[in-house]
């Protein structure tokens, strides 16, 4: 034989070989899987439950069954006492809540009239001040004005040695008129201030006023509620006299 007829047979051997080798993996690959079909466990139904039919006891007869007895028929006089006494605890309560915030707003009233008082105190000593203020400038102007006077200047510059009193005396003119225009400006503030201080005072004492009127008007309504309160409670009862 040639090489090539004996390489062509080998060629064929080996594809031989290599199906065989196929051939019997298949075959365990098969017999694999039918031993795990074999081995799965079998899903198997449940019983159904059947409930059992008590029909035919309950008519033959059987009373052990027990029966359920009727709910008591709610009194209803003891219901309207209940409500009754509810609605007296609810009326109490809101009365005590009431007097509760009347106090509250009473005592910051209180509160809001001393600082509305100090207020006015403070405000008084201070006009008093500026007034006094006043006082005293306006008795320095006077006494600038009549000091202004021609004769004035004059003689209050005769006593000075001097050749030129006329320019003496209008130093001292000069001197008094820069005076008197620096006490107008201070004593136009200090009015200014005080008409401002008299405004702030009126309001203050009509927020003082406003709050004594509240304050007396909550009194007032306090006796009134007690006087009512007092006359709608029944009189007591009179307690018996044992039988002599």
Known sequence: ??????????????????????????????KRKRKRRSSAPKITNPEI????????????????????????????????KTIQTLSNQVDKLSDKLNQMEESQRSMVDLERLGRAEQRSSQL?????????????????LEDVEFALKPENIERS??????????????????????????SQKQLELLRASDAHLTQAIASSDAE?????????????????????????????????????
């Open 157 to 182: 510059t005769q006593g000075y040695g001097t050749t030129r009193p006329e320019e003496l005396r209008a130093q001292r003119k000069k001197q008094l008129e820069t005076e008197r225009d620096r």
């Open 124 to 140: 008084r000593a201070e006009q008093r001040e500026v007034q006094a203020k006043i006082g005293e400038l306006e008795v320095r």
């Open 208 to 244: 003082v006023d406003r709050l004594q009127k509240k304050l007396d008007a909550a009194d007032r309504s306090a006796i009134e509620n007690a006087k009512t309160k007092e006359l709608a409670q029944p009189p007591p009862s009179p307690t018996p006299t044992p039988n002599q």
């Open 1 to 30: 034989m040639s090489g090539k007829s004996i390489s062509r047979y080998g060629l064929i051997a080996l594809a031989l070989f290599l199906i065989g080798g196929l051939l019997m993996v298949d075959s365990n690959a098969q």
């Open 49 to 80: 439950y059947q409930p059992v039919d008590n029909t035919n006891s309950n008519n033959s007869g059987d009373t052990s069954t027990p029966t359920e007895s009727p709910s008591p028929t709610p009194d209803p006089e003891a219901m309207k």
